[in-house]
């Protein structure tokens, strides 16, 4: 098989035939062999790789390369004839003889051969050529230690594998196995097989040696993302991607229609919220009332329970993580808990002579936290004991409360122009500061966003992982005497939504561009909420005592032709 003993050049024992080798990808365990001339091994370029003919209408892509990959895919979707044939008619091999001769010698075990062929194939980069030896040569050790050839093991190690002088913390681990042999230990790593070693030296290798795997499916899958990623309205799911036309979505993905006129409240509604399962909404307002309602299969939305009990107006509510119970904060006054399947009130939490002005909860459901009317921060258990509180200034009257999903940042307007990200546990303070007075602000789902809304009628959106960085802002709703609040929604959470005192709804694509302009309101539009689970529903809460449920725009939507001029436009169906 090869071994050390053998020192016949490799070289003298090998007899090609009149074609090309073919591939692993074949999926054959051998590599059939054909004939040429032992002038074959030494390194060259292939013959036809000189040839710049292109193809395409940009004239970018080498015929070349397009050939080799069209056929590397066609042996990967397991049509052997059919890539055997595209080599043949082309006159362009997937491979080099050298290249198919070395994967054989892989294939059939003949360890020493594959080391010297591989010194052959022109590598450059001898790091590359040291670190393919290594995995050759460790399949070798591994292959005779499993054969309980441990002498001729110990003799790779130390004779092939050590001078490499490279992975010693590795050569030391495979050192270990030859004293697990003798003792029969379960510990032993066994050998991995020779088409996962070349799956790996196909990694390893330059991809002008041997072309990565699904080289072919990874270009269309990446072109596809640059036409989803350049689509500012895409908002369907990527399965409705077709390679058949270019991609570009209508408008009629964007929730634009007024379905339904929620009525139920009796003064202006302030904030409201979907369920993180989208199955659930809740509102509150200065009706000193909380409603819970319902979302039906079909996206209709029915009142469940009305929750009475605040002496104050509702400032703001907060789902717990897995949607049973809902936090309502009334203006200054008590938190209360409630059982979102009953509508009970489970738990009143308060500071004897101070007002609680905001609430959320810990990511695992166990715990509260509040902003406090003296500027403070504090956490209870869910029974009504207090475990923490951070004095000073950490937070306004007036704000916004959240922390990220694992449990570690605490964030909240400390000053009217700053936000406080405050981390608990490493006790680390870090601060965004704007030029203009912040009304509100809301997390992005992974944690990796901040959407600050500011007095001068700006939205800004803040990376706040790592050093904080403004990086992007949105203009154009109208904003001068109340809170008006934003929101992250659609597929992927790749649009902006914020209410408006001008009684609209404004929709932004992430980057900027400002894409919908919503009517229907009658008064100030205070809040807006888009649901997590069904990108195609968006809430809004007025000072009209309304609330509005958005879905797309059915008119739109029936389209005589659903592809035109090769554009592909999504149908939006949920």
């Known amino acids: 098989m090869g071994g050390v003993e053998d020192e016949e050049p490799a070289t003298k024992r090998m007899k090609l035939s009149s074609e090309e080798l073919r591939v692993l990808s074949n999926g054959s365990s051998r ?52 890539g055997a044939h595209l080599e043949q008619e082309s006159g362009i091999p997937l ?109 390893l290798l330059p991809a002008t040696v041997m072309i990565p795997e699904r080289r072919l499916e990874h270009l269309v899958e990446q072109a596809l993302l640059l036409q989803r990623d350049a689509c500012i ?16 979505c209508g408008r009629d993905q964007i929730p634009s229609r007024t379905l339904q006129t929620l009525d139920d409240h009796s003064d202006e509604v302030w904030f409201l919220q979907f369920s993180h399962n989208g199955k659930y909404l809740a509102s509150s307002s200065n009706d000193r009332s909380a409603i819970i ?50 509508g009970e009130c489970l738990h009143i939490y308060e500071k004897a002579g101070l007002g609680l002005v905001s609430c959320g909860w810990f990511p695992d459901g166990k715990w509260i936290f509040s902003g406090v009317s003296d500027k403070s921060i504090c956490m209870w258990q869910l029974d009504g004991r207090e475990m923490e509180c951070w004095k000073g200034q950490r937070t306004l009257r007036i704000s916004d409360l959240e922390i990220t999903s694992d449990g570690k940042q605490i964030i909240s307007m400390c000053r009217e122009s700053a936000i406080l ?40 959106l803040w990376n706040i992982e790592g050093d904080l960085k403004l990086v992007a802002k949105y203009k154009g709703h109208k904003r001068t005497r ?5 929101c992250f929604g659609g597929l992927a959470q790749a649009f902006i939504a ?50 509005r449920i958005w879905g ?14 090769g554009i592909h436009y999504c149908n939006g169906g949920t």
């Open 31 to 82: 590599i059939e062999p054909v004939s040429g001339s032992s002038s074959d091994l030494m390194a060259r370029p292939l013959s036809s790789e000189d040839d710049e003919e292109v193809v395409g209408s940009k004239g970018v892509i080498k015929r070349v390369e397009f050939v080799r990959i069209i056929a590397k895919a066609l042996y990967s979707l397991g049509y052997k004839n059919s």
């Open 95 to 203: 491979h080099s003889s050298v290249v198919n001769l070395f994967m054989q010698q892989i294939l059939d075990g003949n360890w020493d051969e594959s080391v010297a062929i591989l010194n052959k194939i022109g590598l450059l980069d001898e790091h590359i050529v040291k670190s393919a030896s290594f995995l050759i040569l460790e399949q070798k050790f591994l292959e005779l230690l499993n054969a309980e050839k441990v002498m001729d093991a110990l003799k790779t190690l130390r004779t092939e594998i050590s001078p490499l002088h490279i992975n010693n913390a590795r050569v030391h681990e495979l050192s270990s196995q030859c004293v697990l042999v003798g003792s029969h230990s379960q510990d032993i790593v066994r050998t991995k097989s020779r088409s996962k070693l070349l799956e790996e030296l196909q990694k």
């Open 233 to 248: 309205f895409h908002n369907s799911l990527d399965k409705e991607m077709s390679l058949y036309t270019d991609h570009q």
């Open 293 to 342: 309602w319902e979302v039906d299969v079909n996206g209709g939305v029915s009142l469940k329970y009305r929750l009475r009990g605040h002496q104050t107006s509702v400032s703001s509510v907060s789902w717990s993580p897995d949607d049973r119970e809902l936090l309502t904060c009334g203006v200054e006054e008590v938190i209360r808990r409630w059982d979102v399947s009953s």
């Open 421 to 460: 990200l405050l981390d608990r546990e490493a006790k680390v303070e870090r601060f965004i500061e704007e030029d203009q007075t912040i009304t509100s602000f809301s997390l992005s789902r992974d944690n990796r966003f901040l959407l600050v809304c500011l007095l001068n009628q700006e939205i800004h």
């Open 482 to 486: 109340f809170v008006i609040r934003s």
């Open 498 to 547: 914020s209410g408006s005192e001008d009684s609209q709804v404004y929709i932004w694509h992430r980057a900027g561009e400002l894409i919908e302009v919503l009517p229907g309101h009658s008064g100030a539009v205070n809040c807006v909420s888009w649901n997590p689970v069904n990108p195609h529903m968006l809430a809004s809460a007025s000072d009209d005592r309304s609330i």
């Open 552 to 565: 797309l725009n059915e008119l739109n939507m029936k389209r005589k032709d659903a592809h035109s001029n």
